[in-house]
């Protein structure tokens, strides 16, 4: 029988270890590279509130993997149905599988099961396995106690928030990232006034890249609360 491939996952281009402003998570950057080099933890755990970068880090270790010419998956749960577990098929043969969200499959029979014997099989190939969770791994709500021992084994990283001063310099990053330039006044701007949680801003900084293209104007005050004062209104 033909060998099943695993479905193929959202790569998500601008979501490498170079596009991540790390304020005060450089630590957890390195362990992860570590990892993936082969060189590290086998098994990582990093955990904290929602909006903070797990995923972007998720996927910058397939990133790093594939830089490397090593082999690598991606997967996030969501709070709606969970998928067929045989999409864990073959990926014991991936030298890393990051598994994004995993406390939606907590409380599903079928679900820990199959991640249980995944387990075995991707560690005992010496291969890596990299979770992340709003929640710490000791309060996830698993019932097959093996599972819960083993998702317990790893290192866990809690991502620190970042800092007002640091949500103003990784404005500044990633505009710098998208090509465009931002000033410390419109960052600090932008912050105060429209949103506070990157995921927002990131967003924003799309639109104003568009809006200030397509007006053929630089991102000044009087331009971003020109561009703003709509959007607060909706």
Known sequence: MAEQVPVNFEFRANQS????????????????QQSVRGEGEQQIFIWGAKGL???????????YAYQR????????????????????????????????????????????????????????????LIFSSTQ??????????????????GLALKIKPLSEAD?????IFKANQMGFEISP???????????RDLPTLWELLAQLDRASLAAKRKLTLPFLKQFLIPLTHD
């Open 17 to 32: 270890f170079a596009d991540f402003f790390p304020g005060e998570n450089q630590d957890i950057i390195e362990h992860l």
């Open 53 to 63: 970068g797990k995923s972007h880090l998720l996927q910058a270790c397939c990133h």
């Open 69 to 128: 010419q090593r082999r690598a998956f991606y997967f996030a749960f969501t709070n709606r149905d969970l998928p067929d577990p045989a999409l864990l098929t073959d990926l014991e043969k991936f030298d890393t599988v990051c598994l994004d969200n995993i406390e939606f499959i907590a409380g599903d029979h079928v679900w820990e099961l199959a991640l249980f014997n995944f387990f075995n099989q991707h560690r005992g190939l010496g291969h890596q």
């Open 136 to 153: 710490a791994p000791q309060q996830l709500a698993i019932q097959l106690s093996d599972l819960r021992t083993r998702i317990n084994w």
């Open 167 to 171: 949500c103003i310099a990784a404005l």
């Open 185 to 195: 006044q419109a960052g600090r701007f932008l912050f105060t006034h429209y949103a």
